[in-house]
Nanobody, 115 residues
Framework: VQLVESGGGLVQPGGSLRLSCVASGFTFSRYAMSWYRQVSGKERELVAVSFTSAGSTYYTNSAKDRFTISRDNAKNTVYLEMNSLKSEDTAAYYC?????????WGQGTQVTVST
């Protein structure tokens, strides 16, 4: 299993970014995919989940109304569209899935929101 994130970078407050996570090594369409984020020195926190059934999703309060998680099963890719970014969104963002009780993480992509 391999998860490879991309799309992070430096953006001004109020700006937007789209993160991508390309998955390989498993049947992507069968598994929920999540985005987490981590600020240095703090615990990793859930941001959003894309379930497999009928496009259902879940967002934590920090992401609700500003972020959109989506997936393209044909491309084995999950996305996180982030709008109206705030300085407190600055973090390393990680793609995650769990398969048969095993946990898989990508290497992370840094998002920095600053002037």
């Amino acid at each position: 299993v391999q998860l490879v994130e991309s799309g992070g970078g430096l953006v001004q407050p109020g700006g937007s970014l789209r993160l991508s996570c390309v998955a390989s090594g498993f049947t992507f369409s069968r598994y929920a995919m999540s985005w987490y984020r981590q600020v240095s020195g703090k615990e990793r926190e859930l941001v959003a989940v894309s379930f497999t059934s009928a496009g259902s999703t879940y967002y934590t309060n920090s992401a609700k109304d500003r972020f959109t998680i989506s997936r393209d099963n044909a491309k084995n890719t999950v996305y996180l569209e982030m709008n109206s970014l705030k300085s407190e969104d600055t973090a390393a963002y990680y793609c995650y899935t769990t398969i048969s009780g095993n946990h898989y993480w990508g290497q992370g992509t840094q998002v920095t929101v600053s002037t």
